[in-house]
C-alpha cells in the first residue's frame, strides 16, 4: 500500500462488451476532478490517486475487482456505467465494508438490503424511464414494441417499468426476443402490426445489435411512420453518430443534465472537451461530480472507511448539474441523489452530432 496517496478504487467499462465510450467519460470526469483536488493540495497534503480497473460489463471481474481494490488500501470505491455490472459490485462493496459512490448505474437495487455503505448519484432506473414513458404517451405513443434480451436482469426491469406505466393508460407494449429474431425478422413482424404500434424503442446494447436494427428499420418502406427510441441512452455517444449517420438522428433518449449549465458546469464542459476532444456526454460529468462528492467527505471526515460511511447524509455539494445531496427513497436500498435533472433528448435530422432537447422533468 502506498501511503504517499489516497488511493480511490474505479470501476468502468474500457473494453468489449461494455460500452466503452461511456467507461472512457466516465474516466475522463473522474481524472479531471483529480487533477483539480490535486493542484488545490489534495486531502490534507496528501494527493488522491484514481486506481483503475477495466470491468468489460462483467459483474465476476467486478467482483474481483473490488477485493482487489479493497486490499490495495483504496478510501472508497466509484464508478461504474452497467447497472448489473455496479450491483455486483456494490454487494461485494457492501459484504466488506468498503464505501461506493456508483457515478453511472440506474436500475432501482442495487443491493438487497438497506446499506450505508453505498451512494447513487444516477436517477433510479423506475424514475427517469417513467418519465420516458410519459414522453412517449404525451406524443400519442401509446402501443409500443420492444427489442430485448430478456436474460438481462437491466433490459428486464426497464421492461416491467414500461408496462407498468402504459398498462393502466390503455397502452399496450408488444415484445421482441433479440435472441430469436434478427433484424429483418423484427421488420418483418413490426409490419404484421398494419401501423397499430406507432414506436419500437431498442432495448439491446451498443454498437450491436442496435445499429443492425436501427439500419434494418430506417430502410424498410413498410415502416415509414415508425419512430424509434432508445431509453438506455445509446445515442448520446459519438460511436453512434459515427455507425448510423443520419440513420441515427431522431431517436430519442434519457440523459441526465439539466437544460442549462451553471458557470461550474459550464467551465467543466469546456475542460472535458480539451480533455476527450469531443462533446462531454452525461457520463462525463457524473464521474466529475462523483470525486467532488467524495473529496468533501474525504476533507471533512477523514480517510478512514468506517467514517465514510455514515457521511453521506451529510453531503452537500455544488455539482455540475446542480447541488447534491443524498437521501432515503422508498423502495431504493442505497443513498440517493433525489435527484438528478432528466431529460428527454434526440439527435437533430438536419445536424446529427448535435442534439434536441425534447422533453424535461
Aim: aromatic share 8%; glycine share 8%; hydrophobic share 45%.
Amino acid at each position: 500500500m502506498d501511503r504517499s496517496y489516497v488511493q480511490i478504487g474505479a470501476l468502468a467499462p474500457l473494453s468489449r462488451p461494455g460500452w466503452i465510450d461511456a467507461g472512457r467519460h466516465l474516466l475522463a470526469g473522474l481524472d479531471l476532478a483529480i487533477e483539480e483536488v490535486n493542484r488545490a493540495g489534495g486531502i490534507a497534503g496528501r494527493p488522491l490517486k484514481l486506481v483503475v480497473r477495466d470491468t468489460v460489463a462483467d459483474p465476476q471481474k467486478a467482483t474481483a475487482a473490488v477485493d482487489e481494490l479493497a486490499s490495495l488500501g483504496v478510501v472508497a470505491l466509484v464508478g461504474e456505467y452497467h447497472s448489473v455490472v455496479a450491483r455486483a459490485a456494490a454487494v461485494r462493496a457492501d459484504a466488506i465494508g468498503l464505501p461506493y459512490l456508483c457515478s453511472s448505474a440506474v436500475l432501482d437495487n442495487l443491493t438487497e438490503q438497506p446499506t450505508n455503505w453505498v451512494a447513487r448519484l444516477a436517477p433510479a432506473q423506475s424514475k427517469s424511464w417513467q418519465a420516458y414513458a410519459d414522453f412517449l404517451l404525451a406524443m400519442s405513443h401509446t402501443n409500443i414494441a420492444i427489442v430485448a434480451d430478456p436474460t438481462s436482469v437491466y433490459w428486464a426491469s426497464g421492461i416491467s417499468i414500461l408496462r407498468e406505466h402504459f398498462a393502466p393508460r390503455g397502452g399496450t407494449v408488444i415484445e421482441f426476443n433479440i435472441r430469436e429474431l434478427g433484424p429483418g425478422d423484427i421488420c418483418d413482424e413490426l409490419a404484421r402490426q398494419d401501423g397499430r404500434v406507432t414506436a419500437l424503442l431498442l432495448l439491446v446494447g451498443l454498437p450491436e445489435p442496435a445499429a443492425a436494427i436501427v439500419k434494418a428499420v430506417r430502410h424498410d418502406q413498410r415502416l415509414a411512420g415508425l419512430i424509434m427510441g432508445a431509453p438506455a441512452g445509446q445515442p448520446e455517444f459519438a460511436e453512434w453518430a459515427r455507425l448510423l449517420g443520419n440513420d441515427g438522428a431522431a431517436i430519442p433518449f434519457l440523459r441526465y443534465l439539466p437544460e442549462r449549465l451553471s458557470p461550474l458546469g459550464a467551465r467543466i464542459e469546456t475542460a472535458l472537451c480539451e480533455k476527450l476532444d469531443e462533446m462531454p456526454s452525461f457520463v462525463a460529468f457524473e464521474g466529475y461530480d462523483t470525486i467532488t462528492i467524495l473529496t468533501d467527505i474525504l476533507r471533512f471526515h477523514g480517510t478512514n472507511r468506517m467514517r465514510t460511511a455514515p457521511s453521506w447524509e451529510r453531503v452537500f455539494v455544488e455539482g455540475t448539474r446542480g447541488p447534491i445531496s443524498f437521501s432515503r427513497i422508498p423502495g431504493i436500498n442505497v443513498w440517493q441523489w433525489a435527484w438528478p435533472p432528466v431529460q428527454v433528448v434526440d439527435r437533430d435530422p438536419a445536424h446529427p452530432t448535435h442534439f434536441r432537447t425534447l422533453h424535461t422533468i
